[in-house]
């Protein structure tokens, strides 16, 4: 693993993508005390929190594409007043990773890898049950994974959301 070269003025990014149920959200929840206890202030935000405050539920991949452009300036006005951030997001585009890796200056991508089958066959999302729906990353708009993550925690649902998230945090101890 690569360090992270700092700019300490500046919070830190976590970027937890992955797919919709692979684990991103309650892995980000349990690391938010340790981060904010090693690192500072913390805010954690969820792809589905943004989508809320802001009232944007569409989904197709030119809106998901339009919408995580304006959530990467929002998290790079977060993080230059010296806050970091644990950003929960399925972000499967590369262009939405490029974004934030050249506009926020600590960034950290953590990829939670899930086998989707594995996923749909245990129930973790019930959008996958909708077999009407066009717009599911890894059914309908195919997931542009990451290519070189800083961190890949692989979620096989057999460990507890207690033990990804120890792993998470050993391996972010490593490149900070």
Partial sequence: MKKLKRNNRKGILFFVTGLSGSGKTSIAKKIK????KFYGPTLLVSGDNIRKIVGFYKYTY?????????VCK????ITNQKINVIFASVGMMHKTRKWYKNSVDNYIEIYIKVDLNKIIKLKKKKI???KKSGD???IAIKPEFPKKPNIIIRNDFKK?????????????????
């Avoid at 929002?74 to 006005?77: A, E």
């Avoid at 507890?160 to 900070?176: C, E, Q, R, T």
């Fill in 62 to 70: 030119d809106e998901r594409l339009s919408l995580s452009k304006k």
């Fill in 160 to 176: 507890s959301v207690d033990d990804l998230a120890s792993n998470l945090l050993k391996k972010v101890i490593k490149i900070i």
């Fill in 74 to 77: 929002f998290i790079k006005f």
């Fill in 128 to 130: 996958y049950q909708n």
């Fill in 33 to 36: 005390k340790k981060i904010t």
């Fill in 136 to 138: 599911i990353v890894g």
